[in-house]
């Protein structure tokens, strides 16, 4: 069975502080990829990044950057110099091909919600 | 690239009547769509999975007959609310997952369905 616990229900931090967002998965496969989610207010899901399992890089995109740590099967999400426009709920979600779920069926954390205060 | 349309973004309507959603996918060809409905504070719930042109796969604990999913072509599906009651009430996000340069899974920017 597959898993992603997202432990961190909310945070709240002051803007310009960094914070990080904590993924940790469960998978049997040795295939499979993990996506970021950002859903702002507004309610749609906006993809961040996608990261297979062979591909161990630390990702940085702007203020964000990703850890994949296979060993500890975590995939943080830090954001820096945060600003009051990150603040979503932020869904870790898990993809594995092999596991018989169907094509491309997505499993989510519950999400941690992430409020920038100025 | 990669864009997904969801119609409409808000729908208010009476209890018993029936509330059509559309998923379309307006850059790529969508091999399979999902059907997800978010409770407020929680996660996405998988409802439902379809591809193009066969019967959608219904998570447990879902009414088939109550939400009907129809995927008729590569760029579209739909979700019938049937006969809808308040507690039907909530924000349902579609998705569609494509190939190639698509592969992945690309969302909808929701529906949010209040049924008074």
């Known amino acids: 069975a597959q898993k992603v616990t997202q432990a961190q229900t909310e945070i709240s931090v002051v803007e310009k502080e960094d914070v990080t967002l904590d993924c940790v998965y469960e998978t049997r496969d040795t295939t499979y990829y993990l996506f970021w989610y950002k859903q702002p207010p507004s309610g749609e899901l906006v993809f961040l990044i996608r990261r297979n399992s062979f591909d161990e890089q630390n990702e940085i995109s702007g203020r964000y950057s990703w850890n994949f740590q296979k060993s500890t099967s975590s995939f943080n999400f830090t954001i820096t110099a945060s600003q009051v426009v990150d603040s979503a709920v932020y869904f870790c979600a898990l993809f594995s091909p092999y596991s018989g779920a169907g094509s491309y069926q997505l499993t989510f954390g519950k999400g941690t919600k992430l409020s920038v205060i100025p | 690239g990669a864009v997904v349309s969801q119609h409409p973004s808000r729908v208010i309507c009476k209890s018993g009547t029936s509330v059509k959603i559309e998923c379309r996918s307006l850059d790529f060809q969508a091999t399979t769509m999902f059907w997800y409905r978010q409770f407020p504070k929680q996660s996405l719930m998988l409802m439902a999975t379809s591809n193009e042109g066969s019967k959608a796969t219904y998570e447990q604990g879902v009414e088939k007959d109550k939400f009907l999913i129809n995927h008729a072509s590569l760029t579209l599906s739909t979700l019938t609310v049937t006969s809808a009651h308040p507690e039907d009430s909530s924000f349902y996000i579609c998705?569609?997952?494509?190939?190639?340069?698509?592969?992945?899974?690309?969302f909808g920017a929701g529906t949010r369905l209040s049924v008074l």
């Open positions: 998705s569609a997952a494509g190939t190639g340069e698509y592969n992945g899974q690309y």
